[in-house]
């Protein structure tokens, strides 16, 4: 086996899931919502393929999906993206990530992550030969230490990769807080990854892209996809944005990773994309509603909860001498509910250690039944 691969262990989600279904428990672990997609989206798809749109889609995505893209980051943040050069399709934002690893980054190359990170990042930059350079976010507001951010960058420092809104501590970072990311990418010349899955997620804040900072267009991959967005994570469509020459590099390994992603969903997406404004009223009420009704239901139970201003997870704070991995097996086994013990998110601190992560993109019912059986 190779080396790199000998050391991956099973996703965390992955095994949670599994514990939760084995234990028969509610799963608020790995992150998809119970219930389905908007039925229009779907009927999208199944229109699709009865248009025998069947065959391999062209490997860059089909060009209606980029331009309905590009359409988005300008209405919604007035950045103006080239669908020709400046985008590329993948099968969700996990393979864009890959690919955006795999394109840019040389053996012996450092990035930095800020972790709690997802757990899809470690293994791209292993995979491509480099370095994994860990910067804690500190708990409970997780701020990352300028001082210690600058000190991470060296001078093989050639990415930094930015999860924004987070997964998983809910955290949306401030403008200043991009600026001083932004100013360390331009002062010592790397990329900036900034991940935006959760990008429509977000609770009494606006979410900003890293690429709309300034000139930071010029050095920054925004990766994004439809799973949270339109509650189809199954469909796995997902895109990188950046740089002509970056694209190309990113399509370079995606044309030999899976060529091209699944067509008809693309077909789907790229008519969803431009009709979405009245869903996403809808979606953001939905998952406010979600947010809130398993924080106060948490803080009834007498969890200490952090107070999400975006993605659909929220994090409780464990009680003194508790540890989370014991801590979840003790909820899945005794109280039938199923989370994410924090420390798989982190590789330096062991502040994970002292924290769980409960997903809420489940059906209120489902909410409700976990809460009661945590009370
Ligand atoms: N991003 C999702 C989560 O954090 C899981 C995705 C996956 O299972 N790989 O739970």
């Known amino acids: 086996l190779s080396n790199t691969v000998e050391q991956f262990k099973e ?18 672990s790995q992150g998809f919502p119970d219930f389905d997609g908007p039925k229009w989206v779907i009927d999208l798809a199944s229109k699709a393929m009865n248009e025998n749109k069947n065959q391999y889609a062209p490997s860059m995505g089909i060009l209606p999906l980029r331009e309905a893209i590009a359409h988005n980051y300008k209405r919604f943040y007035d950045f103006t993206v080239n669908p020709l050069s400046e985008v590329v399709v993948t099968t969700g934002a996990t393979e864009a990530i890959f690919c955006t690893c795999m394109g840019i980054l040389n053996p012996g190359d450092e990035v930095i992550v800020l972790e709690p990170f997802y757990d899809s990042y470690l293994a791209s930059i292993q995979l491509a030969g480099a370095k994994v350079v860990p910067v804690t976010l500190k708990a409970p507001n997780f701020n990352f230490d300028i001082e210690e951010l600058k000190a991470a960058v060296t001078s093989k420092t050639k990415l930094l990769i930015v999860n924004n809104p987070h997964n998983p501590t809910g955290k949306v ?47 920054t991959i925004t ?13 796995k469509i997902g895109w990188a944005i950046g740089p002509a020459h970056i694209i190309k590099a990113i399509h370079n390994v995606h044309q030999f990773s899976t060529f091209a992603v699944s067509q008809p969903f693309q077909w789907a997406m790229a008519e969803a994309l431009v009709k979405m404004d009245e869903y996403l009223v809808e979606f953001k009420a939905d998952y406010l509603r ?3 009704l398993l924080i106060s239901g948490l803080k009834e139970c007498g969890f200490n909860v952090s107070n999400p201003q975006g993605t659909y997870f929220a994090m409780a704070f464990l009680p003194e ?31 994970g250690t002292k924290m769980i992560r409960f997903c809420f993109a489940k059906k209120d019912e489902t909410l409700e039944a976990a809460l009661a059986n945590l009370k």
């Open 11 to 28: 996703s965390i989600f992955s095994t949670m899931t599994k514990m939760a279904i084995e234990n028969k428990a509610i799963n608020l």
């Open 173 to 219: 970072f401030t403008a200043e807080e991009i600026e001083v990311i932004g100013n360390l990418a331009r002062e010592n010349d790397f990329y900036i990854l900034s991940d935006e899955v959760y990008e429509f997620l977000t609770f009494g804040v606006d979410h900003k892209p890293t690429a709309t900072y300034g000139d930071l267009a010029n050095r």
């Open 223 to 235: 990766i994004s996809s439809t799973g949270k967005t339109f509650g189809l994570t199954g469909w």
């Open 290 to 292: 979600k947010r809130n």
């Open 321 to 351: 001498g508790e540890n989370d991995v014991d801590y979840c097996k003790k909820l899945i086994v005794e109280k039938k509910v199923a989370t994410i013990p924090t420390s798989a998110f982190y590789i330096k601190s062991d502040e």
